[in-house]
């Protein structure tokens, strides 16, 4: 999102994205600010990962879930606590699916599946983890 707005003598011009670090300058011109948010724009939009329904289809939820846990959760202070998680999601069968056939009925059998045995707020944790920002 981008914002202008008149500050002092000079026009300050300000683009924030979600994942980027926000960017800001300072213009004589209103027009040059403006020129300079589209582009700025135009290079964030570029820098976003494209929509690929080919690679979709051959990244299953344990390859996501496998590579979490070797690049993120190792660390994490509890590391240990989420790893065992992580394996014992990996044991399901529904993280055989490709991230383009998994559907948010899999997660609901999946914490259904898992009421019967553990508490909610077991759920709750183990869901979240699963939670991308």
């Avoid at 008149?6 to 026009?11: E, I, L, Q, V």
């Avoid at 964030?44 to 690679?55: E, G, I, K, N, Q």
């Amino acid at each position: 999102m981008a914002s202008l707005r008149k500050r002092n003598d000079k026009w300050q011009a300000q683009v924030r994205r979600v994942g980027y670090n926000p960017r800001s300058q300072s213009f004589h011109n209103r027009t040059d600010a403006q020129r300079w948010i589209r582009q700025t724009e135009i290079e964030f939009d570029r820098m976003a990962l494209a929509y690929d329904p080919a690679t979709l289809e051959k990244i299953t939820v344990a390859d996501l879930l496998a590579r979490y846990k070797n690049e993120v959760t190792r660390q994490k202070r509890g590391h240990a606590n989420e790893a065992k998680r992580i394996e014992e999601f990996l044991r399901a069968k529904w993280t055989a699916l490709t991230l383009a056939r998994i559907t948010p009925q899999v997660f609901t059998q999946h914490r259904d599946k898992s009421l019967r045995t553990v508490k909610p707020d077991t759920v709750i944790r183990e869901l979240g983890m699963l939670h991308v920002n």
